[in-house]
C-alpha cells in the first residue's frame, strides 16, 4: 500500500491514493483555502470509514440485519493532568477521539453491544492505539 502526496499553491497537497485522487488542505483560519479536507479530518475519516466498514463485514458474515451504521467522531487536545484515564501525565497534550455509533436495523442488546466492540477492533483504530513507528528518509 503506498500513498503520494505532492504540495500544491498555498498549502493544498494532492494525495494520490490508490487509483483515487484527493485534495487536502487547511481551513482559512489557519492560513488555508479550505480547498479539501485538513490532515485531520482525513484521520477521523479513516477511522470513520474504517469502523463502519467492519462492523459491516462482521453483520453480513453473522448474517445479521444492519441496514446502517452512523458515526461521529470529535477530536481535541487537551492537558494530561485533565485525563483521568490517561497514562501519560503532566502539562503533555493527549489527543481524545471521541466516538459515537448507533445501528440500524433489527438487533438485540446483545448484538448491537457487540457491534460496537467489533467496531472498536477496526485495523486503523488498532493502528491509532498500538506502538506506532514512522520512518522518513530524505531523498535527494
Not at 485538513?38 to 441496514?67: F, G
Not at 470529535?74 to 497514562?87: F, G, L, M, T, V
Request: net charge negative.
Amino acid at each position: 500500500m503506498t500513498v503520494t502526496a505532492r504540495s500544491l499553491k498555498n498549502l493544498q497537497v494532492e494525495i494520490q491514493a490508490s487509483n483515487h485522487a484527493i485534495l487536502a488542505d487547511e481551513p482559512i483560519r489557519d492560513g488555508g483555502d479550505d480547498a479539501g479536507p485538513s490532515p485531520y479530518d482525513l484521520l477521523l475519516s479513516s477511522l470513520a470509514a474504517c469502523k463502519v466498514m467492519t462492523v459491516h463485514l462482521y453483520a453480513r458474515r453473522k448474517q445479521w440485519p444492519v441496514e446502517t451504521v452512523s458515526l461521529t467522531l470529535n477530536h481535541r487536545k487537551i492537558s494530561a493532568d485533565e485525563c483521568e484515564d490517561c497514562q501519560t501525565q503532566g502539562k503533555a497534550k493527549v489527543d481524545i477521539i471521541e466516538c459515537e455509533i448507533s445501528f440500524d436495523g433489527d438487533l438485540d442488546e446483545a448484538q448491537i453491544k457487540r457491534l460496537a466492540d467489533i467496531a472498536d477492533r477496526c485495523p486503523i483504530h488498532r493502528t491509532l492505539t498500538s506502538e506506532t513507528k514512522i520512518r522518513t528518509a530524505v531523498l535527494s
